[in-house]
């Protein structure tokens, strides 16, 4: 077995559709971090967010040939990952993210430090998922994935000046909920 | 009264247990063929002193997450040589052999969470007295939230000669952690938490007496 | 709605320097900021990789068009139920009257050198969870965690020996997940990491 050093994601497109299926396993390791974080935001489940990643990938292997500019194949999986998340959350009925009163207790004799900070935690997904889907997208892409607007546009086919005002409004709801808390 | 029939009745039920032998308690658990490598393994721990129950402990868990047989063995072997590890260093640290079992597994724990030797060997040679579990997880936690390592050792250190109960230890890491959520430097926090000592603040007590809604394990849990 | 001063956007649109953001709004930046950073470390827990899910499910040829339309029959699905409240408030009458009136749980006496351990994870589409580790001997299926309420959290209140021990969540019988909001994790030996629970004696 060769080690291979990770190639540039033209490069791994290139060979993926020559036929070197493993080649995928590049693009994965290289994206499903950040996938990951960005459906579980969007969904407020980890299972969820798997399960739509994972089908995610699927699809995205299989029309990785309509993949027009595979040196931008992270817009391109983000835009495919939204999609997903989108239509799992319609399949919701409501676009209801469940962050429910779970109270972040893992036992009594753990430090209150972490308690804090989970509860800080809970505040923000609460305050996430209260948000309308486009604007926790907009939001999370921004600050959570650290996409420029320019991406953030290639990702979800928006204007710019759109995604901006998702992005304000999404940041002045956020400020209120943490004002009225603090 | 009701106490003591179920004092009885948990001795009763522990004492089968105990008497089961180690491959008793692997059988059927663990992949057959790593049973004479883990057993032996056991018996060499058993015969140096060192506690057993975490090795067992451990091929029961590898057996559990359907880890195959040689990988199971491996990390038994890991863990036999933590607490020969954890025996010399309690022995360099000024603990008279043979060395309690439960301070082995504190040691090995402490270890394992990330504390260096030097560090270790410090906590356990100037609080001479056992147990030092508590002492040793609030130091943990201290290092594991960037706390410098050194000053973590000395805070705990000095509690415990203050007065501070062993078992209230860990509320002393607490009381530090919450000093630098407010915004203290952890310098500072160290500082106003010392200045304090022995009086802690109420924090995260464990709960007392009756607690609606817990469940006891249907067999004694091991030591 | 209320809007917030445009340099607060600015700065965090990167269009504003930090410095040149006056003091008294310092504060909302760093509190985006923060929530931001947040978010970004904790879609909690330890790595969990797709790869050889994705990779099993790419190396099979695509499902042919009947396949798919016989998984479409079987696959499981939401169906809207529509109740009438005065309903559910007579039923949640029943439920907690024979709640109050058959159990009288009260827990169990504590001895002195025993504590409370409390479970708590977020599951939201398991079917079941059970909590494994040092104090039941690795046992699958001994201690099942509870979603009375069904809103995705998983509890269990057991009542153990002081002591510390090493657990993890079993999801579905199969899943192994550490506890993502313990604070305290250890690595396995295994390629994963344990987490820790103290248990400390009651006090009385």
């Known amino acids: 077995m060769h080690v291979r050093s990770t190639p540039p994601d033209a490069e791994v497109v290139a060979l993926v559709l020559a036929g070197d299926t493993e080649a995928f396993a590049f693009v994965i390791r290289r994206y499903e971090a950040g996938l990951l974080r960005f459906a579980t935001r969007m969904l407020g489940s980890r299972d969820a967010a798997a399960d739509a990643v994972a089908e995610s990938f699927v699809r995205a292997y299989r029309h990785l040939a309509s993949c027009r500019e595979p040196a931008r194949l992270r817009t391109w999986l983000y835009r495919i990952v939204t999609n997903r998340c989108k239509s799992h959350l319609v399949r919701r009925s409501v676009a209801d993210v469940s962050l429910d009163d779970a109270p972040p207790m893992a036992d009594p004799a753990d430090t209150e430090a972490a308690l804090e900070r989970a509860d800080q935690l809970l505040l923000v997904e609460r305050a996430l998922a209260d948000l309308s889907p486009d604007k926790r997208e907009a939001f999370v892409l921004k600050h959570v994935e650290g996409l420029s607007y320019e991406e953030m546009a290639a990702v979800t086919g928006e204007r710019i000046p759109t995604l901006k005002m998702r992005v304000h409004r999404a940041r002045e709801a956020l400020l209120k909920v943490l004002e009225d808390h603090a | 009264m009701k106490r003591w029939v179920v004092l009885a009745l948990a001795a009763f039920l522990a004492l089968p247990l105990a008497a089961q032998s180690v491959r008793g308690r692997l059988e059927g658990r663990i992949p057959s063929a790593a049973i004479p490598a883990v057993d032996s393994l056991i018996q060499f721990a058993s015969q140096e002193g060192l506690p057993t129950d975490p090795l067992i402990q451990k091929a029961l868990e590898g057996g559990a997450k359907h880890v195959p047989g040689p990988r199971i063995v491996a990390a038994v072997q890991v863990s036999l040589g933590q607490l020969r590890d954890a025996r010399d260093l309690l022995v360099r640290a000024g603990d008279q052999p043979p060395v309690l079992p439960a301070e082995m597994t504190t040691v090995a724990w402490a270890l394992r969470r990330g504390l260096a030797a030097p560090l270790v060997e410090r906590v356990v040679a100037a609080l001479a007295r056992p147990p030092r579990a508590a002492a040793m997880h609030a130091v943990a936690d201290l290092v594991a939230h960037r706390f410098d390592p050194d000053s973590a050792a000395q805070l705990i250190i000095e509690a415990v000669h203050d007065g501070v109960p062993r078992e209230r230890l860990l509320e002393v890491s607490t009381a530090a952690l919450q000093q630098v959520q407010r915004g203290h430097t952890r310098a500072e926090a160290f500082a106003i938490v010392r200045g304090q000592l022995p009086n802690l603040p109420a924090s995260a007590r464990p709960p007392r007496g009756n607690v609606a809604g817990a469940r006891r394990l249907a067999s004694p849990a091991p030591p | ?204």
């Open chain 3, 1 to 204: 709605m209320n809007v917030i001063d445009p340099r607060i956007h600015q700065a965090l649109d990167g269009e504003l320097a930090s410095e040149a953001v006056p003091v008294e709004l310092r504060r909302a930046v760093a509190q985006i900021a923060a929530a931001a950073d947040l978010l970004a470390a904790s879609p909690p827990g330890p790595a969990m990789s797709l790869e050889s899910r994705v990779m099993a499910e790419i190396r099979r040829p695509a499902p042919s068009r009947a396949w798919r339309l016989i998984r479409w029959l079987v696959t499981p699905r939401a169906i809207i139920l529509r109740v009438r409240p005065a309903w559910s408030v007579a039923f949640a009458a029943v439920v907690a009257a024979l709640t109050l009136f058959t159990a009288g749980d009260e827990g169990p006496e504590l001895a002195e050198h025993e504590g409370i351990a409390q479970f708590v994870g977020r599951f939201p589409e398991a079917q079941s969870v059970h909590v494994v580790g040092t104090f039941n001997d690795w046992r699958p299926g001994s201690i099942a965690l509870e979603d009375q309420d069904h809103d995705g959290v998983w509890r269990a209140t057991v009542v153990l020996p002081a002591g510390t021990y090493e657990y993890m969540f079993v999801v579905d019988g199969e899943r192994w997940v550490p506890d993502h909001l313990a604070e305290r994790l250890v690595a396995d030996d295994f390629g994963r990491e344990n987490s820790i629970v103290i248990v400390r004696p009651a006090r009385r």
